[in-house]
């Protein structure tokens, strides 16, 4: 995408819309980014600005994973035994 070309997006009935694959690789965007829409006026005429936002760091997702391994069972039963045994100190 150099610019030269406009990208027609459709909103849904959620006012949602998909961007193509090649405007979020130009724009460095994956899922779960955020994005800003900054209105703005360009030789008088109003129009709209996209600016990827940085994101915060989550250092804390996934960090459960190792205690995860090997466990097969994520039944509501499962979890909450898990959970006594953790209060029990049985874990």
């Known amino acids: 995408m150099d610019g030269s070309c406009m990208t027609l997006l459709t909103l849904t009935s ?20 955020v994005i800003a ?6 030789a008088g005429e109003k129009v709209w600005v996209l600016r990827p936002q940085p994101t915060r760091p989550r250092p804390w ?15 509501l039963a499962a979890v909450r035994a898990s959970i006594a045994a953790g209060r029990s100190g049985r874990a």
């Not at 819309?17 to 090649?22: G, L, N, Q, S």
């Not at 829409?37 to 360009?42: S, V």
């Not at 997702?61 to 039944?75: I, M, P, Q, T």
Request: some cysteine; overall charge positive; proline content about 7%.
């Open 14 to 33: 959620k006012r949602q819309a998909t961007f193509p694959k090649a405007t979020c690789q130009t724009l460095g965007l994956k899922p779960g980014d």
């Open 37 to 42: 829409l900054e209105p703005r006026t360009e």
């Open 61 to 75: 997702l996934g960090c459960l994973g190792a205690r995860a391994k090997n466990v097969s069972d994520h039944s």
